[in-house]
């Protein structure tokens, strides 16, 4: 199974501010995923990121808001711009067959 | 669009007995995955078990277990000789086949609350 890390576990940011969340596996994978979960909510998808092309994103979430890079197979970045109170959520990052995730980042919007 | 409905927003159990806990989901495709993950107040997303829909035997994990009814579109977790460290969220999920890359997105349920009593 994929070891999978995740910096910082948890935050705690401004309104206004933005935050970089990073994400690190121990082996090539081919779509990495990254998840919101709100308080006391279920995980709902924000976007896929494929290396070397554009993040595909879900409905309700946008490229400017939830900037996303893959420079390789082993790494992303969630980057959550602008944050407001809103944003405050559980952030995890996941890889395929069968998903698995990260400990995840706890956000916490002030 | 699939959809994963987990109707227990909270259950408990004594210690050493065993609980089951019910997923129902929607979907129009024959091929596909299903899982049971167990996430701690740490957080962590545990995968606990998981089933193919193609195989008729029920996936089974130590003290974790399915009942997998593919007409119904039903989906149980039973947990036996609950354990104190089995206090946790519980969410079922669904998946598309592997392969069918336009479909990668994993839906998952509300979660179910599970408390264990000592």
């Known amino acids: 199974s994929a070891v999978i890390s995740q910096k910082p576990s948890r935050d705690i940011c401004q309104r206004g501010t933005s935050l970089t969340i990073q994400c690190q596996v121990d082996?090539?994978?081919?779509?990495m995923f990254w998840y919101r979960q709100q308080p006391g909510q279920s995980l709902t998808l924000i976007a896929t990121?494929?290396?070397?092309?554009?993040?595909?994103?879900e409905s309700g979430f946008v490229i400017d808001k939830f900037p996303i890079s893959r420079p390789n197979l082993t790494f992303s970045t969630l980057t959550v711009s602008n944050m407001s109170p809103e944003d405050s959520s559980i952030y995890l990052c996941s890889v395929d067959r069968p998903p698995y995730f990260g400990p995840g980042t706890r956000l916490t919007v002030t | 669009a699939q959809t994963v409905t987990q109707s227990q927003p909270e259950m408990s159990v004594q210690e050493a007995e065993t609980v089951t806990l019910s997923c129902t989901y929607d979907t129009s495709e024959s091929d596909y995955y299903l899982f049971w993950y167990k996430q701690p107040p740490s957080r962590q997303m545990i995968l606990v078990i998981r089933?193919?829909?193609?195989?008729?035997q029920n996936a089974t994990e130590n003290r974790f277990s399915v009942n997998f009814q593919k007409a119904d579109k039903y989906f149980s977790l039973k947990i036996s000789d609950s354990q104190l460290g089995d206090a946790a969220m519980y969410f079922c999920a669904y998946r598309s086949a592997f392969g069918k890359t336009s479909y990668d997105k994993v839906i998952f349920g509300p979660g179910t609350s599970l408390s264990v009593i000592p």
């Open positions: 089933q193919e829909a193609y195989k008729q």
């Open positions: 990121a494929n290396q070397g092309s554009e993040a595909t994103y």
């Open positions: 082996s090539q994978v081919t779509m």
